[in-house]
């Protein structure tokens, strides 16, 4: 222990645990996502048959009741420790959307705007987050297709290269974009995934936190920053409660002809033991 950590102890903020940023266990509270857009009552729409049917899939990797010390700590003040720590265990749990987003198309991560004073003070963690999940979701692409050429290469026997001449990814940390280039499948396979996080949402004014859902409601709509081409869209937000900034989101995106596949969220407000039926019913979610 250095004397700056007796000066200035950290505490898991989850369960209090000294000397530590984030312990491992509520770490491990964070895992392989799951769709939870039943109970976003803002995406709500009434279909032709009269059943209500959500605008979009929305996937959550926990539940609010178990994260969010968590993140209100981490949206509190700029901290390295949790941006590393949290970051790397969203990266790792994001390589499962791989199997739930389409192949073979170019894919922006869009983070969900904030207020103005977020991106000033440097706690606009919804950027930090679209980053990582960028990277996770590229990474899983990444194998995916590995392990399609194995099959192709058991199937077929053949003289291919290696896997890693076939598969090349970069993450680029001011974008976290990644690119993978199939070679000499690409008749049989995608020719290429493209992963990129992107800013394409202005700040937004005041603050949802204590509001009504009315008022929140009234709210500024969020505008796009400028004109943009048609893209393929993943909104990443880190919590969602009513669904009712991912749904002003997706007017946004909407209006401006892009093409939303879902969104993605840290921490969601769900049902109390949501997430132990989910994990009885389909094993314990595991995280390489």
Not at 157 to 175: A, E, F, Q
Not at 180 to 187: F, Y
Request: aromatic content about 6%.
């Amino acid at each position: 222990m250095s004397f700056l950590d007796v000066l200035f102890p950290v505490q898991c903020p989850g369960c209090g645990q000294w000397d530590v940023a984030v312990c491992d266990a509520c770490l491990e509270r964070v895992g392989p996502p799951l769709e939870i857009s039943r109970f976003l009552p803002q995406l709500s729409q009434i279909g032709p048959d009269g059943d209500e049917n959500p605008l979009f899939p929305v996937w959550t990797m926990s539940s609010y009741e178990d994260m969010g010390r968590i993140i209100q700590a981490w949206k509190n003040r700029p901290n390295s420790l949790l941006d590393r720590l949290l970051g790397n265990r969203i990266d790792d749990c994001a390589t499962d959307m791989a199997l739930r987003l389409p192949f073979g198309v170019e894919i922006d991560v869009v983070p969900a705007p904030s207020r103005t004073a977020r991106y000033r003070s440097d706690t606009y963690i919804a950027g930090t987050i679209a980053d990582r999940i960028a990277g996770g979701i590229a990474r899983g692409f990444a194998e995916r297709l590995a392990r399609a050429i194995e099959s192709s290469q058991e199937e077929q026997s053949s003289d291919y290269p290696n896997n890693s001449d076939l598969v090349r990814g970069t993450v680029n940390p001011g974008g976290a974009e990644a690119a993978h280039r199939p070679g000499r499948l690409q008749s049989t396979l995608a020719p290429s995934v493209t992963v990129t996080s992107r800013t394409m949402f202005q700040p937004r004014q005041g603050r949802q936190r204590g509001r009504s859902r009315r008022e929140r409601r009234g709210r500024e709509p969020v505008r796009l920053v400028g004109a943009e081409k048609p893209r393929t869209v993943l909104l990443v937000d880190d919590v969602a409660t009513t669904g009712s900034t991912l749904e002003a989101c997706w007017q946004a995106l909407h209006q401006g002809k892009h093409r939303i596949l879902g969104a993605l969220c840290v921490a969601a407000v769900i049902p109390p033991g949501e997430l132990s039926v989910h994990e009885t019913l389909l094993g314990k979610r595991r995280v390489k």
